[in-house]
């Protein structure tokens, strides 16, 4: 023991004089195995070269066997590749580095589906799950030159018929499109762990893939390798923050001599360490350092999202054995529901700090995962921060996401929401099923709790409010009450249980919640208690002025559709005959079908007047969709803290499609991401018609108290004003505030509603910035808007230009494009005030006369007939 703690000491003066340790770490080396595959279907001999990580449908594009599935109809003729075995195949030698090695490791990063694995001829692993990693020790299996390595993919729909055929009830998989796959109505997704949206969706084609999706890494080492860290920070003081690290140990002997050293990389400082004894397998050492004044992790809007670099020293005998570095945050998060006399609370408190959360639901980038580009990634989570928002939801029917996307996340301050991949289905949760669902739950919560942006795990999607709420449990129990009383044991076993027993063991005090919505275990959703999810508008039950007066503790979601502009839609459906709503091409990437387009159509005829062609449709679908979330998105806000988060549905799609996404396949922003600029900014004035009144508010997500001026006018169409009022007013910190109320009819007098318009300004004091927002009296139908003549003042700009807009009446909704090209306008789809320019950029590569000539303005009044 003296002998331990006496170095101990040393290794800590030594370092703390030195800095740093100079030693090389032996340790575990890595190679990825990326070369050289090439794939056949089963039972044709052909062989042809693959891209791994890949999927198999981009392996045949990039043959030409298969045609863009995307595109038009196509996705049709690609539905024969699901019910297909495919083999993909390798040759590798071990890299002259990591000759010489006592253990050899394969890791299968994710393998899509059913996959049998061989090496040289011998079966090495059985794979059942995407989401799950496979490492298997090949130690006494490897050859130095030649190995030949061979995944078989089994068909999914295969493999799960039978399954299907065998049960005397059927599980519920609403979104599974089986009768487009030629399966009629044998929905088989719930019985693999795979993505559910590989099986459609009603934003999604179904396009049921296999393929190595991931990565496969060979790995070596010797005596001992460090597996994996946990950093977990246990409590913050005022000026420290006291943290665990969990140093996860592989060691092929025992040994008493052993070291864990932790530094931090920036200021090269050793922060801890700690002796011990190692036993032969897998040992968990804890290591217990303090950090002073640490620099705190924060959300978007309240604070930088630092972070630290840790390596972390494995030394046995003074040896040093391996080394492994890991970027976290230093932050508390907390799910505090707690009754109040309302019913129950549910917000996020961040580092003791309540959060608003602003942002949005994100479902898979692409069909084919492993296109999804670093870059891709990059622009959904710029896109996101540039409109202010500091929670994503991860939404159960698609994937654990890839590291990337969470570094980011947490470079950017962006909170997860992250659902276990569940959703609106029902699952065979027993036996074998059970215990694949709990591995990977291990699997994905170890992965990712480094990670500070993580703030909640979520059991699934939707599915406990359609046990109840959607007739489920009632459909059950009429066939019979045993299957109800089994699927629902199932139900409780898998959320109540194993995967809130995974959350609590392995996710470092990030909270869980059993589904999304959920109140409790007997109810699904509640206006007063938990996260609810408000579709009462878009089915079509509830006029868009609902948005306005729904109440919740917290918004999980909430949405309305819109088509993609039209750049958009003729890369998808180009001919002159797909031009129209309903034809086949515009119906295909359609998912919602007929009625989802009676709905727009309805709502959209209810609040304004009736489009003028094609083109003019689609725009005007988006205003409505940003309109409608717009009225949704203030009132949730404007609620608080009763109602302490709003995260609209979508903020992406997976291909390109009519959908509720704020920004389409291609990353192009429709009116609502613009319109999610302001209703998420850290100050929101938030004007609003109710019975005859107009209030207007001032929301503030700021920590410290505001002060500053609010200034509503009354506009004419012409820019004259009718009327002002002027308050002066003072926030607390983080607080929402009803600063006028007043009579519509004492405020425009004679006017008539639709002959005005109401501008709100609010400035903080000392600050420049003007926090506005318009708000109309009555439906945009009956506003008397004039046509308006818009003429642009364009200055050339570095990657684009300077666009100065004046208008000589106002403009609602002015929309710009340039036909064909990739472009993007800083500011698009706003309100144009006679009087009050508005100058905006855009980046595009035109020439200057090529931009003028390719420059369309549109306003709301154009596009009517
Ligand atoms: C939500 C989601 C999705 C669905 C969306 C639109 O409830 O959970 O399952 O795609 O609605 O219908």
Redesign the pocket.
Known sequence: MFNKLRIAVVIFITTVLVGVVTATPTGMVQSELNKGWRFRQARLQQWRTATVPGVVHTDLLDHGLIEDPFFRLNERSVQWVDKEDWVYETTFDIPAKMLGYKNYRLVFNGLDTYADVELNGEKILSADNMFRRWPVDVSQKLKERGNVLQIYFHSPIKIDIPKWEALPYHYEAG?DQSQNGGLFGKQVSIFARKAGYHYG????PRLVTSGIWRSVVLESWNDACIEDLAFQTQQLGKRTAQVVCEVEINSEKSADEANVSIFDENTKMFVGSTICDLKQGINHIKVNFKLNNPRLWWCNGLGEPELYDFRVELSINNKLVDSRKQTTGIRTIELVRENDKEGQSFYFRLNGVRVFAKGA?Y?PSDNFLPRVTIADYKKTIDDAVAVHMNMLRV???GIYENDEFYDLCDRNGLLIWQDFMF??SLYPAEGEMLENIRLEAIDNVKRMRNHPSLAVWCGN??NQTAWFSWGWKENYERQNKAYAEKIWKQYCDQYFDVLDKVVDEYALNVPYTPS?PFASKEVAQEKNIGDR?F?GV?TGAFPISAYRDEHSRFFS?Y?F?SFPEIQTVKRYAPEQEDQDLLSDAMMWHQR?GKNANERIYKHLLNEYQEPKGFENLLYMTQILQADAVKIAMEAHRRDKPYCMGTLY??INDCWPVA??SSRDYYGRWKALHYFVKNAFDDILVSPVERNGRLEVWVISDRQQPVKGKLEIIIYDMKGKRVNNVTRNVRLKADESLKVTDQAVKELIGNYAPGDVVVYADFVVQNEKKHYTNNCFLVKQKEMNYQEAVIDPVIEPKEYGFRVTLRTNTFARGVFMELKGQDYFFNKNFFDLFPGHPVTLEVETSLSPQEFEKQLCIKTLRDAYK
Request: net charge negative; glycine share 20%; aromatic share 26%.
């Open positions: 979104n969706w009603d934003w999604g639901n479902i939404w159960g029917g959703a609106c999607n939707e999304s999810h579709w878009w979601e949405g559709q919602g549905w979508q959908s509720w």
